[in-house]
């Protein structure tokens, strides 16, 4: 498979059931070191050579199918693709030599080379499901470790570039999409209670990122004194909470702003049915008016599955290979604008 292939599919951590509510999707990452190299930031360019060779050939002989990237072989436009499809970061994006990535064909599972850890494992299921993301991260962590000698302390745990990941080197990570608690304006308070914690709220893609679309990553912090167990049902139970608090504030929104909330959704639906020029940004925003009101039962021609790819197929990226040329952004908001009349025309009479 190609990424000319992909980019007309969703990835299969995408497809969340109708029962999980505003979970999109789990992750797990876990962060490792070779311990007879310097880390990334500090290696010299044979030592990172000799990690990318070294874990390829590993790759290369498993079992299970891994498609790869080599960051010097591709293309500015497919490295932006893959990290719009959350398969590697911005960090790995801007590298070039002796770093990539190795992914399965149904995207759940991606392992990094050579970011800011020599191995950056990422593991990603459908709806809430920590458990499951952990169970395919760490059965891959457990095939490298036999074939690889990790930087590892007695006393600290696994030894990461950045101190912050030292322990464990685990990364949980939720993604929901919270549109009642902001409708009702009531995310700064949860934001501020989460972080005192121990848990992070990022955007969609990660840190450093808006919470576009009224989607937010819960992630925790703390990697080091705990185990592998108690840091995901800690976030589990987080992530319940806050799912709690989001039905609760959509109830809130049904009950006391009934007629702003249909004019919100039915406000998406016309300017996604009829716009000539759209951003991502703003897309993204009445996609995910949209996705409420579906969650809502105030509309019932969409896919929910096909609303979340959309999330993705609508990025700048993305555009551009399925146009199969470089677009500048006006021309971008014109085509993102022609494919979501596209779609809405579809569902409409698909639905009649």
Known sequence: MT??????????????????????????????????????????????????????????????????????????????????RHLISQELAQEDDSCGVFVTPDERLSIMVNEEDHIRIQSLQPGLDLQGAWEVADKIDDALEAKLTYAFSPKLGYLTSCPSNVGTGLRASVMLHLPGLVLMEEMDPVINGISKIGLAVRGMWGEGTEAAGNMFQISNQITLGRREDQIIAHLEQ??????????????RLMNEKSLMMEDHIARARGILSNAKL??????????????????????????????????????????????????KPDERDVVRAAMLRKYMKSATNNSE
């Not at 987080?238 to 109830?251: F, G, P, S």
């Not at 790819?309 to 399925?322: G, N, T, V």
């Open 278 to 327: 759209i951003t991502s940004g703003e897309a993204l925003n009445l996609l995910s008016s949209l996705r409420l009101g579906l969650d809502l039962g105030k509309i019932d021609q969409f896919s929910r599955r096909d609303l979340d790819m959309l999330f993705i197929s609508i990025q700048p990226a993305h555009l551009q290979k399925l146009e199969n040329k470089e677009l």
């Open 3 to 84: 990424l000319d292939d992909m980019v007309r599919l969703h990835g299969s951590w995408l497809e969340a059931g109708t029962t999980e509510g505003p979970v999109i999707s789990s992750r797990i990452r876990l962060a490792r070191n070779l311990e007879d190299y310097c880390f990334p930031g500090w290696a010299s360019e044979e030592e990172n050579h000799a990690v990318w060779k070294q874990t390829a050939a590993i790759f290369k002989d498993m079992d299970s199918p891994f498609m790869n990237w080599s960051m010097s072989d591709t293309s500015a436009l497919d490295k932006e693709i893959l990290f719009e």
């Open 238 to 251: 987080i992530v319940l909470e806050l799912i709690d608090h989001e039905n609760n504030a959509r109830i």
